[in-house]
């Protein structure tokens, strides 16, 4: 055994380019080189001990064993008879309350439900490494971090570090349909067989759970937005069950999306009236069902009332209605009900920014104590760069969630490099001005408005069943940054970066100050390419795959026109006081400040503004001269990109590093259409030449304007 773990370790330190698919995700634990650390770990593992039992334990043991095996190239010893003699204890606070002082007590019972405290303790003369929780879920995030800093050679088993949550409600939505397309999904189809459950049960799943537990990651909504009835029918919650089962011991609950006209669809009524007492009875009666089989059901997420779902305005009905009738059936089982605030109708003859607004505002303080109003990082949808959603910091008390989009239906989809982290990060940090003077789209989160209020961060899923899960290698960097944020919204994107890449690609410190730079740039440069100085939803129609300045007819909010508004004069939507004053749902701070078409932040100015050709920017550019180096600095920024990686070719495995070269070059191509086309389409209105020191925009419009893709992902094809 041992000739073979030497062999293996051998082969692993001299062969680091093995092939690689990205299966194995940020968890793919690698033998240790630094000999302190792997002493240190080796200690530790020489002799464990758990105390107590539960089934949280045993994913513990699994991954201790997995790890070791891995790491040190040895298993770890469980002590299960005397623990004085073991060097490594895990357990709750209750449980090692005997070996703890009273302080030590009181600051982890602060640390809260899913909070963890780790480092030496002293009893008897004997130092133990501790890892406590107040609950075994708190222990095996403890026991994640353990590994984190183990595999990034950061781990100092002198040191005392403790951490929590600042957010209860950490969660994915899975844009999933029952069919196993996913809905913007790149990345092949959805991991959900519904199919072969309840009999067959994927092990993709397990390493699913494993994957969002090392992140904290502690809820998963299942199904599309867009709900099908069926998902309420006790043969689906047959299915469903065994998922909730598998994901309990890694501390996440499971989510449904609820269709709104269920009880017409599967409940023979006649009506989906909120108020009807049939209709109040029917939603009990499902609730109770699903609870009898999943005790521990988190509740359901309802898109309603919005891009056609069905909804409570059909009976005439508002928002707050259809949300709580929901959340009364789900009261009784501590359930929560998450009621998304992405309404808007073209039938409404508003601005589609401020449509939302106007629909929550006046119910601020309506709802029940366990519903969630999960708002979009920004008002109209997902957008490359997107000022905050207004509902953030107006509504005063009713708790608003965060919905990021990790999939990146507007972000190059999976063939972009495009690292999330900065964007959310810069949503995160902005500044809301109320309901307190300081607060920011952050500190609103993390508020619970009530005692019994959750709070909420939820992403978009960006899985799927190719091998390495989100298309991108580098997708994984964003569902790995949605749940360090979800966890803590204040880290920043550096930091995340940083440790995602040495967690998959090792510790080379010049790989990782490249890697880094490429990811911290990507987003910017995206923004650059497609849509700089505010620009908004100019993408392909429907698939949003690639530029289409050029879409009209139809519903007009589906349409770029009504976006960038560019005509003979200039470009942009008038937002202010002149035009739809969108403006006004913001604190008084920033309607003031970005009313003024020469104050607010450049990134935003096309947002809010419709300015002219030449209007005057901060650097002395004139509006089309810096839009055309905006366009042409994206793709620069993507040259240099592939430039880094190309640099990095030795050091990272050929499977990986060409993935993702191949990909670079796809990015350059699309960055250059993305420049060309937007920019060839809005000279049709300025009449302005290109300045001469960017790249000229090549090729012809009407070329561009005809390019079809009827093999888009992410939507059902129409063919
Ligand atoms: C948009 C997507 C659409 C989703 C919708 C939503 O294009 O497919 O159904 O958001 O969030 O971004 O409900």
Same mark, same amino acid.
């Given at each position: 055994?041992k000739i073979?773990?030497? &062999?293996?370790?051998?082969?692993a330190?001299?062969?680091?380019?093995?092939?690689?698919?990205?299966?194995?995700?940020?968890?793919?634990?690698?033998?240790?080189t630094?000999?302190?650390?792997?002493?240190?770990?080796?200690?530790?593992m020489?002799?464990v001990?758990?105390?107590?039992?539960?089934?949280?334990?045993?994913?513990?043991?699994?991954?201790?064993?997995?790890?070791c095996?891995?790491?040190?190239?040895?298993?770890?010893t469980?002590n299960?008879?005397?623990k004085?003699?073991?060097?490594?204890?895990?357990?709750?606070r209750?449980q090692?309350?005997? &070996?703890?002082?009273?302080?030590e007590?009181?600051?982890?019972?602060a640390?809260?439900?899913?909070g963890?405290?780790?480092?030496?303790?002293?009893?008897?003369g004997?130092t133990?490494?501790?890892?406590i929780?107040?609950r075994?879920?708190g222990?095996?995030?403890?026991v994640?971090?353990l590994?984190?800093?183990?595999?990034?050679?950061?781990?100092?088993?002198?040191?005392l570090?403790s951490?929590?949550?600042?957010?209860?409600l950490?969660?994915?939505?899975?844009?999933?349909?029952?069919? $196993?397309?996913?809905?913007?999904?790149?990345?092949?189809?959805?991991?959900w067989?519904?199919?072969?459950?309840?009999?067959?049960v994927?092990?993709?799943y397990?390493e699913?759970?494993?994957?969002?537990?090392?992140?904290?990651?502690n809820?998963?909504?299942?199904?599309?937005?867009n709900?099908?009835?069926?998902?309420?029918?006790?043969? &689906?919650? $047959?299915? @469903?069950k065994?998922?909730?089962?598998?994901?309990?011991?890694?501390?996440?609950?499971?989510f449904l999306t609820?269709r709104?006209?269920?009880?017409?669809?599967?409940?023979g009524?006649?009506?989906?009236?909120?108020l009807?007492?049939k209709?109040k009875?029917f939603?009990?009666? $499902?609730?109770?069902?699903?609870?009898?089989?999943?005790?521990? &059901?988190?509740?359901?997420?309802?898109?309603a009332?919005?891009e056609?779902?069905?909804?409570?305005h059909?009976y005439?009905r508002?928002?707050?209605?259809?949300?709580?009738?929901?959340a009364?059936a789900?009261a009784?089982h501590q359930?929560l009900?998450i009621?998304?605030a992405f309404?808007y109708s /073209?039938?409404?003859?508003?601005?589609?920014?401020?449509?939302a607004?106007?629909?929550?505002?006046?119910?601020?303080?309506?709802?029940?104590?366990?519903?969630?109003?999960?708002?979009?990082?920004?008002?109209?949808?997902?957008?490359?760069?997107?000022?905050f #959603?207004?509902?953030?910091g107006?509504?005063k008390?009713?708790?608003?969630?965060?919905?990021?989009?990790?999939?990146?239906?507007?972000l190059?989809q999976?063939?972009?490099?495009?690292?999330?982290?900065?964007?959310?990060?810069e949503?995160?940090?902005?500044?809301?001005?109320?309901?307190?003077?300081?607060s920011?789209?952050?500190?609103v989160?993390?508020?619970?408005?009530?005692?019994?209020?959750?709070?909420?961060?939820?992403?978009?899923?960006n899985?799927g069943?190719?091998?390495?899960?989100t298309?991108?290698?580098?997708?994984?960097?964003?569902?790995?940054a949605?749940g360090?944020?979800?966890w803590?919204?204040?880290?920043n994107?550096?930091?995340?970066?940083?440790?995602w890449?040495?967690?998959?690609?090792?510790?080379?410190?010049?790989?990782v100050? $490249?890697?880094?730079q490429?990811?911290?740039?990507?987003?910017?440069?995206a923004?650059?390419?497609?849509?700089?100085?505010?620009? #908004?939803?100019?993408?392909?129609?429907?698939h949003?795959?690639?530029?289409?300045?050029?879409?009209?007819?139809?519903?007009?909010?589906w349409t770029?026109?009504?976006y /960038?508004?560019a005509?003979s004069?200039?470009?942009?939507?008038?937002?202010?006081s002149?035009?739809?004053?969108a403006?006004a749902?913001?604190?008084?701070?920033?309607?003031?400040?970005?009313?003024d078409?020469?104050?607010?932040?450049?990134?935003?100015?096309?947002?809010?503004h419709?300015?002219?050709?030449?209007f005057?920017?901060?650097?002395?550019?004139t509006?089309w001269?810096?839009l055309?180096?905006?366009?042409?600095?994206?793709?620069?920024?993507?040259r240099e990109?592939q430039?880094?990686?190309?640099?990095?070719e030795?050091?990272?495995d050929?499977?990986?590093?060409? #993935? @993702?070269?191949?990909?670079?070059?796809?990015?350059?191509?699309?960055?250059?259409?993305?420049?060309?086309?937007?920019?060839?389409?809005?000279?049709?209105?300025?009449?302005?030449?290109?300045?001469?020191?960017?790249?000229?925009?090549?090729?012809?419009?009407?070329?561009?304007?005809?390019?079809?893709?009827?093999?888009?992902?992410?939507?059902?094809?129409?063919?």
């Amino acid at each position: 055994m041992k000739i073979l773990f030497s &062999f293996l370790l051998w082969i692993a330190i001299f062969f680091p380019s093995f092939s690689n698919d990205g299966y194995k995700l940020w968890l793919d634990y690698q033998p240790i080189t630094n000999p302190t650390i792997k002493k240190d770990m080796a200690d530790l593992m020489s002799g464990v001990f758990i105390f107590g039992e539960d089934p949280t334990y045993q994913v513990i043991r699994n991954e201790l064993n997995l790890a070791c095996q891995k790491m040190i190239l040895e298993a770890p010893t469980f002590n299960t008879s005397d623990k004085t003699k073991a060097q490594f204890w895990l357990g709750t606070r209750t449980q090692m309350s005997q &070996f703890l002082s009273m302080t030590e007590q009181v600051e982890i019972k602060a640390l809260g439900e899913d909070g963890y405290w780790m480092g030496p303790v002293e009893v008897n003369g004997k130092t133990h490494y501790a890892i406590i929780g107040n609950r075994p879920v708190g222990v095996l995030y403890g026991v994640y971090n353990l590994m984190k800093s183990i595999q990034t050679e950061t781990f100092d088993k002198s040191l005392l570090i403790s951490d929590y949550p600042k957010v209860k409600l950490r969660m994915l939505n899975h844009w999933d349909n029952l069919d $196993k397309t996913v809905e913007r999904g790149y990345a092949g189809a959805s991991i959900w067989d519904w199919h072969k459950l309840p009999g067959y049960v994927d092990p993709r799943y397990i390493e699913y759970a494993r994957a969002n537990a090392s992140l904290g990651i502690n809820a998963v909504s299942v199904t599309n937005v867009n709900a099908k009835a069926i998902v309420l029918t006790t043969d &689906f919650m $047959k299915k @469903v069950k065994v998922l909730a089962d598998l994901f309990r011991p890694y501390g996440i609950k499971v989510f449904l999306t609820a269709r709104f006209s269920a009880p017409m669809e599967i409940g023979g009524l006649e009506t989906a009236d909120p108020l009807d007492p049939k209709v109040k009875d029917f939603w009990q009666k $499902k609730t109770d069902e699903i609870y009898s089989y999943i005790p521990d &059901f988190g509740g359901f997420l309802v898109k309603a009332n919005s891009e056609g779902q069905p909804g409570p305005h059909e009976y005439g009905r508002n928002h707050a209605d259809g949300a709580n009738m929901l959340a009364a059936a789900l009261a009784s089982h501590q359930g929560l009900l998450i009621w998304r605030a992405f309404v808007y109708s /073209h039938e409404v003859d508003e601005d589609r920014h401020k449509q939302a607004n106007i629909e929550f505002e006046p119910l601020d303080g309506k709802f029940m104590n366990n519903v969630i109003l999960q708002v979009k990082n920004g008002a109209i949808d997902f957008q490359p760069r997107e000022p905050f #959603h207004p509902l953030f910091g107006a509504l005063k008390k009713t708790q608003v969630g965060m919905e990021f989009q990790i999939t990146q239906e507007y972000l190059g989809q999976a063939t972009q490099l495009v690292f999330l982290a900065p964007m959310w990060e810069e949503v995160l940090k902005s500044q809301t001005f109320t309901p307190k003077a300081n607060s920011t789209v952050s500190s609103v989160i993390e508020s619970p408005v009530s005692e019994k209020a959750i709070t909420l961060m939820a992403g978009v899923s960006n899985i799927g069943t190719d091998r390495n899960w989100t298309g991108h290698l580098f997708g994984q960097a964003n569902w790995y940054a949605f749940g360090r944020q979800a966890w803590n919204p204040e880290i920043n994107s550096a930091e995340i970066a940083n440790e995602w890449i040495k967690l998959t690609f090792g510790q080379n410190q010049v790989m990782v100050e $490249k890697i880094s730079q490429i990811m911290l740039q990507s987003h910017e440069a995206a923004v650059d390419y497609m849509t700089p100085l505010g620009l #908004h939803h100019i993408m392909g129609r429907s698939h949003h795959y690639g530029p289409a300045p050029w879409v009209t007819g139809g519903r007009a909010d589906w349409t770029s026109l009504y976006y /960038h508004r560019a005509d003979s004069l200039g470009i942009g939507f008038d937002r202010t006081s002149s035009g739809t004053d969108a403006l006004a749902q913001y604190a008084s701070e920033i309607e003031n400040e970005w009313s003024d078409p020469h104050q607010i932040p450049e990134k935003y100015l096309l947002w809010f503004h419709h300015v002219p050709w030449d209007f005057k920017l901060k650097d002395g550019n004139t509006l089309w001269n810096g839009l055309a180096n905006h366009y042409d600095r994206g793709v620069k920024s993507v040259r240099e990109m592939q430039q880094t990686w190309k640099s990095l070719e030795s050091v990272i495995d050929p499977e990986r590093w060409d #993935h @993702v070269n191949q990909l670079l070059a796809i990015q350059e191509t699309e960055a250059v259409w993305w420049r060309n086309a937007c920019l060839l389409y809005f000279q049709t209105f300025s009449k302005l030449p290109f300045p001469s020191e960017i790249e000229q925009p090549s090729g012809d419009l009407e070329y561009y304007k005809s390019l079809q893709f009827p093999y888009a992902p992410g939507i059902k094809p129409n063919w």
